[in-house]
């Protein structure tokens, strides 16, 4: 069953999985798609007990999206990896790719559990996916039990009243950004995708099931809401030109790392520092005047150093080149902060 193939165990209703998925479907990796409840009992044996788990061919299973793109760029060099070959792109890339994962998370989940549709809607939703039959009675009956549990949750992404509007804000200014950008070209660094691309469509792509974002995405960001199902099967996509090494960003790029520079990375850093001192909680002043509060995560505290080192590990040409930009929008220092 299943052999030389990679088995990707993950749900519809996880962004994550969904990057996963798209990644595996453009850069052609012949892969098997589970049902949610294999992804979610896969995901308990793991040491981080989170979808989508990637099982290897020769039956290992690994997860965390970010490291497995990476180790399958390794596995699998050529003509339709992932990472710019302009280091300076290259860092780009991998900045909005944590961008994407680590804030665009906020207002995925909290468009999701916050309004009583959403919650209603979204909650017998997943609950199909787990069950995939048994009788209404029993979906309706896990919808519940996994409602509670996820509205409770909420406070994980730091998302209350007080906040609620920052985060919201976040989502329609990177819609707008897109929507502007795709009316010119599908990608961000030239003619094929990056790991950037497929972070902000895994968050995005639950956007075309949750009925608040949707509505708001469909109506006013019509050509950011189409480049997400665009993105979801790539494995058609021939072209391979990276954009010319050096030429000046498109303007989106430089829109993004403003939003990295004034929301992604503070956070980031307040959250380092709380892991840092041993506090329970992180605790981040939004540009709005509201404190964004959340447990403080010691996973988020390693992606702000994976982006120091590997900001550090560029070569001092790409830097002159980044520099002045990463200054402007406010990365610079969070970046190359002790
Ligand atoms: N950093 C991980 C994050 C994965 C993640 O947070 N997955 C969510 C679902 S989208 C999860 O499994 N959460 C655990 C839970 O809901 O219990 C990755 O990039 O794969």
Not at 48 to 65: F, K
Not at 139 to 152: E, H, K, L, M, N
Not at 180 to 201: K, M, Q, T, Y
Request: hydrophobic content about 45%.
């Amino acid at each position: 069953m299943n052999e030389g193939l990679y088995r990707l165990l993950g749900a519809l209703g996880s962004p994550y999985s969904l990057k996963m998925r798209a990644v595996l479907r453009y850069r052609r990796l012949p892969f098997t798609w589970s049902s949610a409840r294999e992804g979610l009992e896969a995901a308990q044996a793991m040491k981080a007990a989170v979808i989508p788990v990637l099982q290897y061919p020769d039956g290992t299973r690994r997860n965390d999206s970010t490291e497995l793109i990476r180790d399958l760029e390794e596995r699998h060099p050529g003509a339709r990896t992932l990472t710019p070959e302009d280091p300076a792109d290259a860092f780009l890339a991998l900045l909005i790719e944590d961008f994407a994962d680590e804030w665009l998370s906020k207002p995925m989940y909290h468009y999701r559990w916050t309004r009583e549709l959403d919650q209603r809607v979204m909650a017998r939703w997943l609950a199909w996916d787990y069950a995939l039959g048994g009788g209404a009675d029993t979906i309706a009956a896990i919808a519940d039990g996994f409602r509670t549990r996820q509205v409770s949750r909420l406070r994980v992404v730091g998302s209350d009243e007080t906040t609620s509007s920052a985060i919201e804000a976040s989502a329609i200014r990177v819609l707008d950004i897109l929507d502007r950008h795709v009316v010119e070209r599908p990608f961000l660094f030239g003619d094929r995708p990056s790991v950037a691309e497929f972070a902000l469509f895994g968050q995005m792509s639950q956007f075309q099931f949750d009925p608040t974002p949707n509505a708001l995405a469909r109506e006013r960001f019509p050509y950011a809401y189409r480049w997400i199902s665009f993105i979801d099967d790539l494995s058609g996509w021939e072209r391979t030109a990276w954009r010319v090494s050096g030429s000046a960003p498109y303007p989106a790029i430089t829109e993004l790392l403003d939003e990295i520079g004034r929301l992604h990375l503070p956070f980031l850093m307040a959250n380092a520092a709380a892991v840092a001192a041993g506090e329970r909680e992180a605790e981040f002043r939004l540009p709005d005047g509201a404190v964004l509060r959340q447990p403080a995560a010691r996973y988020q505290a390693k992606c702000l150093a994976v982006l120091q080192a590997r900001f550090a590990a560029l070569p001092p040409e790409a830097v002159a080149r980044l520099a002045p930009m990463l200054e402007s929008a406010g990365v610079l220092a969070p970046l190359t902060c002790p």
